[in-house]
Nanobody
């Protein structure tokens, strides 16, 4: 099983980016997913989370600007980031609880981190 984050890049203040977190491999389901970020000298922080059924939560610093969503058919979770600010600059990581398939009717849940994707907000 692999968890792949993508979509980062350089954007001007006020701009938008959409990050994707895609799971591949022998998977029954992706359950809770979180997007985290870490900037130099700071601890990794939770930016947004989404449950299997679609319940969401956001850090106060991104509330109203970022939207987390999921496409269960594609095993993918998205983070739409609007009105970006320089302080949003960080490496963004996705984290997911995945039910891994061992046999047709047997699986177990494991937590995975995707590799980071760099978001730079600068003029």
């Amino acid at each position: 099983v692999q968890l792949q984050a993508s979509g980062g890049g350089l954007v001007q203040p006020g701009g938008s980016l959409r990050l994707s977190c895609a799971a591949s491999g022998s998977i029954f389901s992706i359950n809770a997913v979180g997007w985290y970020r870490q900037s130099p000298g700071k601890q990794r922080e939770l930016v947004a989370g989404i449950s299997r059924r679609g319940s969401t939560n956001y850090a106060d610093s991104v509330q109203g600007r970022f939207t987390i969503s999921r496409d269960n058919a594609k095993n993918t979770v998205y983070l739409q980031m609007n009105s970006l600010k320089p302080e949003d600059t960080a490496v963004y990581y996705c984290n997911a609880d995945i039910t891994v398939q061992i046999k047709p009717e047997l699986g177990y849940e494991k937590n995975y981190w995707g590799q980071g994707t760099l978001v730079t907000v600068s003029s």
